[in-house]
């Protein structure tokens, strides 16, 4: 591809936990590798963690939505819905942010992860999302809040789902639901910035990741830490916290770091006997890239997570445990038992659809 025309494109992910940055990784490296100026909006522990991987970038700031989740379970709806008028401010703020940015540097496109306000009539505007279908509590809420989530990304030029056309995939009905919003919706295929890594001699039998937002990643942090005390196996803790600058300990057999950047946390995956982290939907692709034997926790409340992880489940492709339930001799039971059964997928397959729209852009 001819690089004569210097495509510029907006890049920014979502706010919540770290998984909407680390998926815009390989995107972003497509992006580069086909001579594209890129520029990341965020801040926090997202901007944090993507300079770790593109020092070289041009980053803005953007305020995220910053939504706090509910320690108690049974009050996560309500505390969502109570927070529905600041994330409706704040989709109304990040779209008054992007016609100002655009006016002062100008772009050729918005590739928004999430970020319902970064839509703009001049230049073409991509969403991804695996959530289609956005599980909640009862059908009629789900009705309501599909109608709301189809309208504002039918505000976009189109949508990209990081997720497989077919019957293999990796989110079920929340990326493949009866029916489809109004914009063109393209299916990316997996999205992981880690790479399988071949020859590798094991060094730990658990390596935890957390990740998410608060207070439920120390919550599980707290709770998993307790288990391992009496684990006699070896362990690696990444807490996900790429923002802290507080110094990591080793005890008796736990390693402890805040965050492992791309290469390393692709290592110690290699290295690991099992993997113990939330469902989020990035991690999910993660595993399966790796081909990785896993148990997933849900976030406590979060339906996504809830249902990815019972999803998964039910093909053989990871172990599923509730956070409140958790017991690590219970766990590693279930696992001696457990007949894992992880598919090969090409997670390539965003490549070509990344490339057609930056040769669509320079056409």
């Not at 997202?46 to 049974?74: C, D, H």
């Not at 073409?124 to 309208?151: D, G, W």
């Not at 493949?176 to 990316?188: D, G, I, M, R, T």
């Not at 937002?213 to 599980?220: G, I, V, Y």
Request: net charge positive.
């Amino acid at each position: 591809m001819s690089d004569k025309i210097n495509i510029k494109i907006l890049v920014a992910p979502l706010d919540w936990g770290l998984g909407h940055a680390t998926r815009c990784i390989p995107i972003i490296t497509q992006l580069l590798q086909l001579g594209c100026k890129v520029i990341i909006a965020t801040e926090g522990a997202q901007e944090k963690l993507l300079k770790t991987e593109f020092p070289n970038l041009v980053f803005v700031r953007l305020r995220g939505y910053q939504i706090r989740y509910s320690a108690n379970k049974r009050f996560f709806p309500l505390k969502i819905i109570l927070q529905l008028p600041k994330i409706f401010r704040a989709i109304k703020m990040e779209n008054r942010w992007l016609r100002a940015f655009i006016r002062q540097t100008p772009v050729d496109a918005v590739i928004s992860d999430n970020r319902y306000g970064l839509y703009h009539a001049g230049v073409p505007c991509v969403f991804i999302t695996h959530q289609l279908l956005i599980k909640a509590p009862f059908s009629v809420a789900e009705k309501l809040m599909q109608r709301l989530n189809y309208s504002l990304i039918g505000k976009f030029s189109k949508c990209w789902v990081p997720d497989y056309p077919g019957l293999v995939n990796l989110a079920g009905s929340l990326s493949h639901p009866a029916k489809f919003p109004a914009v063109k919706v393209e299916y990316l295929g997996g999205l992981s910035r880690l790479n399988k890594t071949i020859d590798c001699k094991k060094e730990f039998d658990l390596l935890v990741i957390l990740s998410g937002p608060e207070p439920q990643r120390s919550l599980l942090e707290k709770k998993l830490t307790s288990e391992l005390r009496s684990f006699e196996g070896t362990v690696l803790l990444v807490r996900g916290l790429p923002a802290n600058n507080e110094i990591t300990t080793s005890e008796k057999n736990i390693i402890v770091r805040n965050h492992l950047p791309a290469r390393e946390l692709e290592e110690a995956v290699c290295k690991s006997e099992l993997v113990i982290s939330r469902s989020g939907y990035t991690t999910v692709m993660d595993i399966c890239k790796l081909q990785k034997k896993a148990v997933l926790i849900p976030t406590p409340g979060q339906t996504e997570q809830e249902y990815l992880a019972c999803h998964l489940e039910k093909q053989g492709w990871c172990i599923a445990m509730q956070q409140d339930d958790f017991s690590l001799p219970m766990l590693l039971e279930r696992v001696k038992h457990f007949e894992y059964k992880l598919p090969q997928l090409d997670m390539d397959a965003y490549k070509d659809v990344v490339t057609q729209f930056v040769r669509d852009l320079k056409s």
